[in-house]
């Protein structure tokens, strides 16, 4: 089963314009939220998380939303920017701080 | 500052072979350890874990084995390779303390012929 859902398996955004990368989850335990962003052949690298306590977290231009009751997150990237071309994992985890992943999505920015 | 070290970066290994892949992390003690691996495609399953010297917790059933025979070594083994195990295979640490977020390395990208 499924945990951690990344719909879209790809999504395609024009340099400039705001990226929008879904995950759903159905664990209500979990506790804790992360995305990590990974080029091909490199390991993934963490780029921002959430609590569950939050419903919002931001860092320069990326953002987190957090829908609880949806069981829904969300990450914005405002400007999109060539550089942020890259598969993009959420991973959930509750109290024993195992992370459980979504199957990523390929974000292409179109210059 | 941490860094975690994977060798090697690439492997094309035959089947029915045997397998040993080292991961080993700087700068911190006694982390929380992982072993993934990502098929083509897909995300990241989680293989082992460990909590501690000589502690693993095995995820998913299958032919690799795991150890740790040192703080901050940790060890992907196999008897005998498989086609499905084919993959590309990520080591990982945490802090011992509770933190959520997991750090990786580069990656080992295992071709079995």
């Known amino acids: 089963d499924q945990q951690v859902k990344q719909n879209s398996p790809s999504l395609s955004v024009q340099e400039g314009r705001i990226s929008i990368l879904n995950c759903d989850y159905t664990?209500?335990?979990?506790?804790?939220f992360l995305w990590y962003k990974k080029y091909p052949a490199e390991g993934p690298t963490f780029l921002i998380s959430?609590?569950?306590i939050k419903d919002k977290n931001e860092d320069g231009r990326f953002t987190v939303f957090l829908n609880k009751s949806a069981k829904h997150l969300s990450l914005h990237i405002v400007p999109s920017q060539p550089g942020d071309s890259a598969v993009y994992f959420c991973?959930?985890?509750?109290?024993?701080?195992?992370?459980?992943w979504g199957a990523g999505t390929k974000l292409i920015i179109k210059p | 500052s941490q860094t975690i070290h994977q060798w090697p970066a690439t492997l094309v290994q035959p089947v029915g072979s045997p397998l040993s892949l080292e991961c080993t992390v700087e700068?911190?003690?006694?982390?929380?350890l992982y072993w993934y691996r990502q098929a083509a495609g897909r995300g990241l399953q989680l293989l082992f874990y460990?909590?501690?010297?000589?502690?693993i917790s095995s995820e998913v059933p299958q032919n690799l084995s795991a150890s740790r025979p040192q703080d901050r070594q940790f060890i992907l083994s196999s008897k005998k390779l498989l086609l499905s195990d084919s993959g590309f295979y990520l080591c990982?640490?945490?802090?011992?303390?509770?933190?959520?977020?997991?750090?990786f390395g580069p990656g080992t990208r295992l071709t079995v012929t």
């Open positions: 460990s909590v501690g010297i000589g502690q």
């Open positions: 664990n209500s335990m979990f506790d804790y």
């Open positions: 991973a959930a985890s509750d109290s024993n701080y195992q992370l459980i």
């Open positions: 990982a640490w945490n802090t011992g303390t509770g933190g959520y977020e997991q750090y």
């Open positions: 959430i609590s569950s």
């Open positions: 700068g911190t003690s006694n982390p929380n």
